[in-house]
């Protein structure tokens, strides 16, 4: 069983930034790979960034590209989510969450993780 809790989330103006943490319980965190992903007001959750279990790898969704940096420190069982150059678009409920699964595309996929944040708000403000 992991358990994991998103913070970092707040209000910023357009062109600012933020770091999103999560953190896990467990010893186990270090097997697990990690993802980021999004939920705004009446849109589907969509992918945003996810790493492999040691950082080896990493992948973004191409709208986040450039402007965001996912890394975990196993060390610290948390994972981050670096957000610069933020845009009204990217306001949404961020969540973190936890997947055995093996390749990087499947962790495109909301459906193959195991274990979920609670999620925490971000507004960006044009």
């Known amino acids: 069983q992991v358990q994991l809790v998103e913070s970092g989330g707040g209000l910023v103006q357009a062109g600012g930034s933020l770091r999103l943490s999560c953190a896990a319980s467990g010893r186990t965190f270090a097997s697990y790979a990690m993802g980021w992903f999004r939920q705004a007001p009446g849109k589907e959750r969509e992918f945003v960034a996810a790493?492999?279990?040691?950082?080896?790898?990493?992948s973004y969704a191409d709208s986040v590209k450039g402007r965001f940096t996912i890394s975990r420190d196993n060390a610290k069982n948390t994972a981050y989510l670096q957000m610069n150059s933020l845009e009204p678009e990217d306001t949404a409920v961020y969540y973190c969450?936890?997947?055995?699964?093996?390749?990087?595309?499947?962790?495109?996929?909301?459906?193959?993780?195991?274990?979920w944040g609670q999620g925490t708000q971000v507004t960006v403000s044009s």
């Open positions: 969450a936890a997947a055995n699964a093996a390749t990087m595309m499947s962790l495109h996929r909301y459906i193959v993780y195991d274990y």
């Open positions: 790493i492999k279990s040691t950082g080896s790898s990493s």
